[in-house]
């Protein structure tokens, strides 16, 4: 009796051990922010709550920044760590209703900006030019010590329904209109300018774009530079600074998703 005894107790402890150890072997694996940036995005496009990871293959705040700049909405990313060894991230939206509508009339305005004939360069600069004129940039915001970043003037409902908003604001509208008219663009933040702008890649090579430098203080109302429309990096770098070879990576990691 007692050497059965030891015998199962054996086999609940192998059980138990099983059962902790579960979450970890369904956990997907990734090689990189990039994939778990486009996991969640999936994730939270279709509903989903969350997705766990093997805590060794995340870096929560690079994850966040390629997820920022591939999903249009201004969200939060929640971090919960797990004892066996994976971790839970959850992406939160902010104002989801609004942001939601700001997609919406992002497609209406995509839909009267372009037509099918356009080049993916014209329809970008015609997006680049609707947006520009559409809004205005919001000095009072930008000038306070501590915004809160969950509000309108840092996603798209700001810029699209609003018409006001900071560069993010701007970026996150852009990458809204892009993906109405089937076009990728993705969402640079500098951490050094505390400012964020566009890129997308066209034939091969990443052109930038920066709305906001191109939409005069005070507002010009129709008036739409093109200084910042469509320049290279080298180009770029006069007057800006962001990680390069992170976006550069981002952007080669999306261009396999759909190769």
Request: hydrophobic share 45%.
């Amino acid at each position: 009796m007692r050497r059965l005894a030891a015998v199962l107790a054996v086999l609940l402890l192998a059980g138990g051990a099983a059962l902790w150890l579960l979450p970890r072997m369904f956990a997907p694996e990734v090689d990189s922010p990039f994939e778990a940036a486009a996991l969640l995005e999936q994730d939270v496009r279709a509903g989903g709550d969350g997705l766990l990871f093997r805590t060794e293959q995340i870096d929560v705040d690079a994850v966040y920044r390629a997820l920022e700049a591939r999903y249009p909405y201004a969200f939060a990313l929640r971090a919960t760590l797990r004892p066996n060894r994976t971790i839970e991230l959850q992406v939160e939206v902010s104002r989801q209703a609004q942001q939601a509508q700001a997609q919406t009339y992002a497609a209406a305005l995509a839909k009267e900006s372009i037509d099918d004939g356009m080049t993916d360069e014209q329809k970008l600069r015609a997006l680049h030019d609707t947006l520009v004129r559409l809004c205005r940039y919001d000095t009072d915001t930008a000038a306070q010590t501590a915004p809160d970043g969950a509000t309108a003037p840092f996603a798209a409902d700001g810029a699209l329904l609003d018409h006001e908003a900071v560069c993010a604001g701007y970026g996150r509208a852009f990458g809204m209109l892009c993906e109405a008219a089937g076009l990728r663009s993705i969402y640079i933040a500098s951490e050094e300018m505390n400012h964020g702008w566009n890129a997308v890649r066209l034939d091969g090579q990443t052109y930038f774009i920066d709305c906001t430098f191109d939409d005069p203080v005070p507002d010009r109302g129709e008036y739409v530079s093109d200084q910042y429309f469509l320049v290279t990096a080298d180009e770029l770098a006069a007057t800006h600074s962001w990680d390069r070879t992170f976006y550069e990576q981002l952007l080669d990691s999306m261009e396999k998703e759909i190769s």
